[in-house]
């Protein structure tokens, strides 16, 4: 695929940031959960759109700006899991 033929993966993954900028704190904060699971599978599937965008002629910023978003909530994820497995590991016996 040719570069310039890229620029859809950058606009696609672009979108799927901008609605969970948008749209994440609000179904968060109203405890909509069909969308919550909606919007961070979304971002799963945003991930790979985001690293072979990376290689088109786009704009640097949109690209960095949905790569980074996209990986965010992935990241959150990652972080909690390995907070609880040091907080199983490192705390005392009672």
Do not use: H
């Not at 993954?13 to 599978?41: E, K, M, Q, R």
């Not at 965008?53 to 965010?72: C, D, Q």
Request: glycine share 4%; proline share 5%.
């Amino acid at each position: 695929m040719k570069r310039k033929n890229l620029k859809m993966f950058t606009q696609i993954s672009f979108y799927i940031a901008l609605a969970v900028v948008f749209l994440l704190p609000i179904s968060i904060l109203f405890t909509l959960n069909g969308l919550t699971v909606f919007l961070l599978l979304a971002t799963v599937f945003g991930i790979p759109l985001s690293v072979v965008s990376m290689f088109s002629r786009e704009n640097l910023a949109i690209r960095i700006f949905s790569l980074i978003v996209n990986f965010a909530p992935s990241m959150l994820f990652g972080y909690a899991i390995l907070m609880e497995v040091m907080d199983d590991l490192l705390r005392s016996p009672p």
